[in-house]
């Protein structure tokens, strides 16, 4: 067993990434599991050990995602599940924001309940070709014409795998209306620290008892760690070699997939 292993002592709650962790998306399926991933959920909810499923999927809302998953075979409940949107909502209620939305269309109804009108925010999630030169610009002149811009984004992914390559994520052109209208974007999922600690609370552990099991160096890894959590990296979904020499994140351990570290992690338990 790898070296690292004997960290991993202690844990009472794992948080799990989904797209390219337990399975990658596109397809006419809507996605193909890794091999390994089904069996390895359900090893993790037999093992006593608390389970969260933290994900910056924001191109459907959280309850078709979930059944998506469900339809793929996997044990998953919408309650154990924590997403950008329904945060986001949370937050935009609580500051009386009204919202210009770009973000998919399977997403929109989310945000039902909010006031759109006269906007004074923009949400951003992964609009995938709802980015069109025509919305980025709309949103931007909503942005530029307020006093106070405020910019939302549900996660800074910089791309992420679906089955036939890797596709542009939130993150970058997140980027481009920062630039454009000289502001900072409020980030609603991971990497931020309120993120993760969400998912904590609803578990009710410590960051130091939890594992973050990612294929995001940055998001994942690295919003763990900063959040006092220790995290393993997968070398399937949007993993590149390179990873590995990453300047400023370092995992806790990598491993080939879920199935594996999940067998790690409960031989600890045993210990």
Request: net charge negative.
């Amino acid at each position: 067993m790898a070296e690292w292993a004997a960290r991993l002592a202690g844990a009472r709650a794992v948080v799990l990434d989904i797209s390219g962790v337990l399975y990658d998306s596109g397809g006419e399926a809507g996605g193909v599991p890794i091999p390994g991933s089904r069996e390895a959920v359900r090893k993790l909810k037999a093992s006593g050990l608390k389970l969260r499923f933290c994900t910056n999927e924001t191109q459907a809302t959280r309850e078709k995602f979930v059944e998506k998953l469900q339809r793929l075979g996997f044990d998953i409940l919408v309650s154990e599940v924590t997403a950008p949107a329904p945060a986001a909502c949370r937050i935009l209620k609580e500051r009386n924001l009204r919202p210009h939305l770009l973000v998919h269309d399977d997403l929109v109804p989310e945000f039902d309940q909010l006031d759109k009108g006269n906007p004074n925010c923009v949400v951003l999630g992964d609009a995938a070709d709802n980015f069109s030169y025509k919305n980025l610009n709309e949103a931007f002149r909503v942005l530029i014409g307020l006093e106070n811009p405020i910019l939302i984004s549900l996660g800074r992914g910089r791309y992420y795998k679906e089955t036939d390559g890797l596709k542009l994520d939130v993150g970058a052109y997140m980027k481009a209306l920062e630039y454009a209208c000289d502001i900072q974007a409020e980030v609603v999922g991971k990497p931020s620290k309120m993120f993760f600690q969400s998912a904590l609370a609803e578990m009710g552990v410590e960051p130091q008892q939890a594992i973050m099991i990612g294929d995001d160096i940055v998001n994942d890894v690295g919003g763990a760690q900063q959040c006092g959590m220790r995290a393993l990296q997968v070398r399937t979904g949007k993993y590149r070699p390179c990873d590995e020499q990453h300047p400023e994140v370092t995992p806790d351990g990598y491993v080939n997939n879920l199935a594996e570290a999940v067998d790690i992690i409960l031989k600890q338990l045993d210990k």
